[in-house]
């Protein structure tokens, strides 16, 4: 039998060719074209659809490629047998005892649009030498070792740069052979993650802290222990437990999130020697030290330990532009191989052309001024929020107030966050509730604010939208 053209029918999307291969697969994938039935002819196609031949013959091929017709001689195309179950609904219930369950890791997708007023984690995207970055690019665009395999820590000139900016600006004990290259911050965190611990080990964090990094230690299944960190000082050494079971510590010492504490040096010793005394690895997370504002950035854990017993992450997503999608992890030399493993059975390699741009961008001086000039407008901005949002507010506490790219606001008494963050959400503005962000600990409004990514008179005007809205949260009585 050979089918007929009638019930073909070109529905507009794509191009022509991908409407034909639509169109054909779903005939037989829906049963409608049955197997053995020899298909229109290349010309009867074509005539009657008003394609080309080669429109026609490309979309045959490829039909013949994955299997659901084959050519005969002299005949033409024939459809092939399919399976049965080609043509009935999935029953996502025989899954449901063998699959992850999402609400069990907590794993909401952003909501609203991706983009907006007082987002957080975005740096002064105007500002950034966009002239300097594309120059640097053309110069390595037609380089073919750039469009091979990697090393698998990472670009090498990159690597090497890194070492005296991270040695200098953080105190960091490295060289280029225990610093892997990452594909983010976030993806260094879960690395470290599967590298200190195995599924059903216990781990601690600080709240309020990141979720991101509350969902990658679920994802390796670790049970997760949550430690108080919402002094002015960070991380409360005192909860530090002991004895402790646990098999690593993630902490923010060098600027907490979101609320801003910094630990001193006391602290930070104390760590380490909790740390060394039951044999507990420490994942440092220096996620935006780099803008200190009241002093230099202070000593990292890492350099602190003499390299030993601390993996440092980082990365250029709020020095550079998010999209760069570059971080690192340094880790001592006895479990960088490790670390770099499971880069590549995550992911594979990290793109090679924007680590070859970077390096130059690195040791040619830009970053450097590029960093020196953020430092500036963001402490500009940070003295605007604060003294807008205190003349408004009065009743309201403010943290992180000498560092990062974020300032939080916390309400005196409880909200509906939910109803706050929709309204937030309708103007255009991402700020994210605080609420969001405490994991164990008594419940704390307020919203975490950024502050970077705009002029003086945008932020003015966005921060009186959000004051608008968070009088209106609040009860009558304040």
């Given at each position: 039998m050979r089918l007929l053209t009638d019930s073909l029918l070109l529905n507009g999307e794509g191009n022509l060719q991908q409407q034909l291969y639509r169109t054909l697969k779903q005939q037989m994938l829906s049963g409608q074209w049955p197997g053995s039935a020899l298909l229109p002819s290349s010309r009867q196609l074509a005539a009657d659809l008003q394609l080309s031949r080669n429109t026609v013959n490309q979309v045959l091929q490829q039909l013949v490629a994955e299997g659901y017709i084959e050519?005969?001689?002299g005949r033409g195309y024939q459809v092939c047998e399919l399976p049965e179950q080609y043509f009935q609904p999935v029953d996502t219930q025989l899954y449901a005892d063998h699959s992850l369950s999402l609400n069990h890791y907590n794993l909401p997708l952003k909501q609203g649009p991706v983009n907006g007023l007082l987002q957080l984690g975005v740096p002064a995207l105007q500002l950034f030498p966009?002239?300097?970055?594309?120059?640097?690019?053309q110069r390595h665009g037609n380089r073919a070792a750039l469009h091979?395999?990697?090393?698998?820590?990472?670009?090498?000139?990159?690597?090497?740069?890194?070492?005296p900016y991270l040695r200098q600006s953080r105190q960091v004990v490295c060289d280029e052979h225990n610093i892997l290259i990452?594909?983010?911050?976030?993806?260094?965190?879960?690395?470290?993650?599967?590298?200190?611990?195995?599924?059903?080990?216990?781990v601690l964090m600080e709240t309020p802290g990141y979720p991101r990094l509350k969902q990658a230690l679920q994802l390796c299944q670790l049970h997760i222990t949550h430690?108080?960190?919402?002094?002015?000082?960070?991380?409360?050494?005192?909860?530090?437990?002991?004895?402790?079971?646990a098999k690593a510590l993630f902490l923010t010492p060098g600027h907490q999130y979101p609320l801003g504490g910094i630990m001193p040096l006391s602290g930070r010793l104390a760590v380490l020697d909790w740390a060394k005394q039951h044999a507990i690895w420490l994942v440092e997370d220096d996620?935006?030290?780099?803008?200190?504002?009241?002093?230099?950035?202070?000593?990292?854990?890492?350099?602190?330990?003499?390299?030993?017993?601390?993996?440092?992450?980082?990365?250029?997503?709020?020095?550079?532009?998010?999209?760069?999608?570059?971080?690192?992890?340094?880790?001592?030399?006895?479990?960088?191989?490790?670390?770099?493993?499971?880069?590549?059975a995550l992911h594979g390699d990290v793109a090679l052309l924007p680590q070859a741009v970077l390096a130059d961008f690195i040791s040619e001086g830009h970053f450097g001024r590029h960093l020196r000039k953020m430092r500036r407008h963001y402490q500009q901005n940070k003295l605007l929020a604060i003294s807008t949002l205190q003349q408004a507010l009065p009743q309201c506490r403010l943290?992180?107030?000498?560092?990062?790219?974020?300032?939080?606001?916390?309400?005196p008494q409880p909200i509906d966050e939910g109803r706050l963050l929709a309204e937030l959400i309708r103007h255009g503005i991402k700020a994210q509730p605080l609420g969001r962000y405490i994991f164990s600990a008594a419940p704390r409004y307020g919203l975490v604010i950024g502050i970077a990514n705009h002029s003086q008179a945008e932020l003015a005007a966005a921060l009186q939208q959000l004051i608008a809205l968070s009088r209106q949260a609040l009860p009558e009585q304040t």
């Open positions: 050519g005969l001689t966009y002239a300097i970055w594309q120059r640097l690019q091979g395999f990697a090393d698998p820590l990472g670009y090498l000139p990159l690597r090497q740069a890194l070492v990452t594909a983010g911050a976030q993806q260094a965190l879960f690395v470290a993650a599967k590298l200190v611990a195995r599924a059903g080990d216990n430690l108080d960190a919402a002094s002015t000082e960070g991380l409360n050494i005192n909860a530090l437990p002991s004895p402790c079971q996620y935006d030290s780099e803008f200190q504002y009241r002093h230099r950035p202070v000593a990292s854990l890492q350099g602190l330990a003499g390299g030993e017993g601390v993996l440092f992450a980082g990365s250029f997503s709020k020095t550079l532009f998010p999209a760069l999608r570059l971080g690192y992890l340094v880790a001592p030399r006895a479990v960088i191989a490790q670390a770099a493993a499971i880069v590549q943290h992180a107030t000498e560092a990062g790219l974020h300032i939080v606001l916390e309400f």
